[in-house]
């Protein structure tokens, strides 16, 4: 990716925050300046995502999650629920959020057919955008969706409208804004904080309540958003081995995790059965969220 482009320039991931492309009159936006409009308003989410993601922030953020004491419901219950999501950052509005979860995880099936937990991790890794429900806190879109990125060291250019960072508190903080910051060279990013979203929170989830998935799918679900160094390598000197060896895993589902790639609709009723009993394989019946 060009040093400045946006990721929404380079692919239209399912977390890329991209404005609708359908106006109220239900008319494609073609002329020059609804598009300057729908740019403006990925630009202000990213402004206030940028400004208002500071460390302190976000490590409140996961002591608060971390409870778990909001809900209590299967993997399944929460595909469901996903539905209920509005989520502006999705350009296929007339398409429910589980078809777009069970669109991914039948592509990766059909051309890795005995992953089997890559097909789970598809079907789950955005979960967490229940945040935005009112039971969970209705987590406004800038703390749910979008790129992700590290904080506790310095914000490489390589992250989306990186410009906005300047009126982070942690931009001036010398403790904060050097290349390594709190962290060393191969520290893993296991070790390393990161932005708030529904990845840090499903990651949380998957975790806590102790699911067998194998640790790539962990490192899935956490860093999917991760763009800055998918796309671009920024932060390479705070992986590990085994980070290495798990970006394989995530640069292989983030390609199917494209709405491009998968226009095909899906019958939930026909697959259920199937991914029940992957639930069932990797998760308890009921978990704490
Ligand atoms: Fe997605
Ligand atoms: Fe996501």
Sequence with gaps: MAKGQTNEEVVASSDAFIAPEINSYGKSFRDYNVENERQRSVE??????????????????????KKLNRVEMSIWEC????????????????????EHLLQTAEAIRKDYPNEDWLHLTAL??????????????GLPQWVVVGDTHPLGCGFDEYIVHHKYFKENLDYNNPSYNTKYGIYSQGCGLENVVMSWGHHEYMYLVAKENGTTLPQAALFIIRYHSFYPLHKAGAYEHLMNKEDQENLKWLKIINKYDLYSKSKVRVDVEKVKTYYLSLIDKYFPTKLRW
């Design 44 to 65: 202000e989410f990213y402004r206030l995502n940028h400004i208002n993601q500071i460390y302190d922030f976000v490590k409140r953020m996961r002591e608060e999650y």
């Design 79 to 98: 595909c469901e629920l996903l539905n209920e999501v509005v989520d502006d950052s999705d350009p296929k509005l007339d398409e429910p959020q589980i």
């Design 124 to 137: 789950i890794h955005d979960l967490g955008k229940v945040l935005m429900l009112p039971s969970f806190g």
